[in-house]
């Protein structure tokens, strides 16, 4: 299937958005994509809200209606005093706007495309509108679409409200210098629990195009000091990433390797034949997955495979699994894919290993983020993503940490480096936590910890040691 983009061009959007306050508009159904019928459009865009139908045409017209209520095919007369019907073209500098006649329904909920009264979309599941004489509206058919009623195409959008800042932000981050540099220390000085370790191997999953190459390389150039690109990233149907891979990171160009492996998996899809599939998962988290091995969407790995790992150490094993889930994207989890979600969690589960999510993409999704990165934790938007998040894959609101990867920029930022190393500082936490349950589980390892935390200990209070300290 073809990538579902939004067909209006700049000005259109310029001139679509100026109806609403502060509001992103999310493509939801796209006629040419998903189908001119009836029954396509209300597969996607029934009980979604507030929404704004587009439908193109030849002579240029862009046109629509918006409706602050649900599609829910009740066959019910619908009121809604928001309602309005517009129209768009590259000649007239204001859109049109005809508004709901007082005390007339908006439009009537029923299993036919979008029924306005005066326009009804996808008339006879055809690439078509039909215009009527209407009680609710009065459409002048030469303003609205220049009496052309083929459609060219045909989208639906949410229109999500963006609101405005929170007065305090729901998490207090310090964007300064010293933060980042006390980060920087914390994850540098990080050394597990158990004698033998020396790394936290942290596996990243998530669906195609989520962001989880680009998280490596921006990690890895947080610490290298200037952009890196060593993972493949960008866009494509199917996931870009066919590979498993482990990268260490080194601070600055011929520095010593942080403590932490960072994995990269190919993206996952919603069906079930598409994409990583779990088994691979599980054969990850084991240790027994080789770096470079090539994935197959066909089969999972096979023991006699050459990628296969037979006999693991801990070092091999996944310590903490962190979800990467694009921001713009949290709404259209699908009920498959949040399914996979589920799958690979109970495994996680199973095998103690802690698990956290990183929101990619606050920039794309919020405006006033890509203001100012520094509010992200102050937008209403980012805020409600996360909690709805949260609900979906049912985790503590505390596993949700926002992050923006680098991809157009050329120099690195001291505020973006702050929340991946947030990120980082957590995913250490957390393989701690995977640790100390390895630690209970063998009682020999237990008495090997206690000699490595007093010697930890000794190493802490040295003032020698600080001198070493890389910042
Ligand atoms: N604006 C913005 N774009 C991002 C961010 N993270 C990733 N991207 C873009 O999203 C696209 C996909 O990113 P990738 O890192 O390749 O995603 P992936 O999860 O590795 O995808 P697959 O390997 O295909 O499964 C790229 O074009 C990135 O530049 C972000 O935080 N902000
Ligand atoms: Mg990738």
């Known amino acids: 299937m073809s990538a579902v983009t939004s067909s209006l061009s700049t000005d259109q959007q310029k001139k679509l958005l100026s109806f609403f306050g502060h509001v992103r508009l999310h493509l939801l159904y796209k006629a040419s994509i998903h189908g001119f019928t009836a029954a396509a459009f209300h597969a996607r865009c029934d009980k979604q809200g507030p929404t704004v139908t587009v439908a193109y045409n030849a002579a240029g017209f862009l046109f629509g209606g918006y409706t602050s209520k649900d599609y829910a095919q009740s066959k019910q007369a619908v009121h809604d005093a928001a309602a309005f019907l517009y129209s768009i073209s590259a000649e007239r500098e204001k859109p049109l706007r005809v508004e709901c006649v007082q005390g007339q329904p908006a439009f009537i909920d029923e299993s036919t495309g979008p029924h306005f009264g005066a326009l009804v979309f996808l008339h006879g599941d055809q690439p078509a509108a039909q215009n009527n004489p209407s009680t609710s509206f009065n459409v002048e058919a030469a303003e609205m679409h220049g009496y052309d009623l083929v459609l060219t195409e045909f989208e639906l959008y949410r229109v999500e409200d963006l609101g405005d800042l929170l007065p305090k932000p729901w998490r207090n981050i310090q964007w300064t210098s010293e933060k980042r ?172 290993i802690p698990q956290l999510i990183l929101m990619t993409k606050v920039d794309e999704a919020c405006p006033l983020v890509a203001e100012d990165l520094k509010n992200v934790y102050r937008s209403v938007y980012i805020q409600q993503k996360a909690r709805q998040l949260s609900e979906s894959l049912g985790v503590p609101l505390s596993f949700v940490l926002p992050v923006k990867n680098y991809c157009e920029e050329l120099e690195l930022d001291q505020n973006t480096n702050i929340l991946l190393f947030m990120a980082l500082e957590q995913m250490l936490n957390y ?19 206690e000699q490595h935390r007093s010697n930890d200990h000794l190493r802490r209070v040295s003032p020698k040691h600080d001198e070493h300290e890389v910042v």
Do not use: W
């Open 181 to 352: 540099k006390q980060l920087m220390t914390t994850i540098l000085r990080y050394k597990p629990d158990i004698k033998t370790m020396n790394h936290a191997r942290v596996l990243l999953v998530g669906a195609v195009g989520a962001g989880k190459s680009s998280l490596f390389n921006s990690i890895n150039s947080a610490f290298r000091g200037n952009m890196t690109c060593q993972a493949m990233a960008g866009t494509a149907e199917t996931s870009l990433t066919s590979q498993f891979r482990t990268y260490t990171i080194k601070v600055g160009k011929s520095g010593g390797a942080i403590p932490l492996v960072l994995c990269d998996t190919m993206g996952l899809e919603e069906n079930a034949d598409a994409g990583l599939n779990i088994d691979d998962i599980v054969s990850i988290f084991k240790g027994h997955i080789k770096d470079r091995y090539q994935f197959s969407t066909s089969s999972p790995i096979l023991e006699d495979a050459p990628g296969y790992r037979k006999h693991v150490t801990l070092n091999d094993k996944i310590h903490c699994v962190a979800y990467v889930v694009d921001t713009c994207k949290v709404s259209l989890l699908s009920p498959k894919m949040l399914d996979k979600f589920a799958a690979i969690r109970k495994k996680a589960n199973q095998l103690g």
């Open 431 to 449: 393989a701690d936590n995977f640790f100390e349950n390895q630690v209970a589980d063998d009682p020999e390892d237990k008495i090997q910890q």
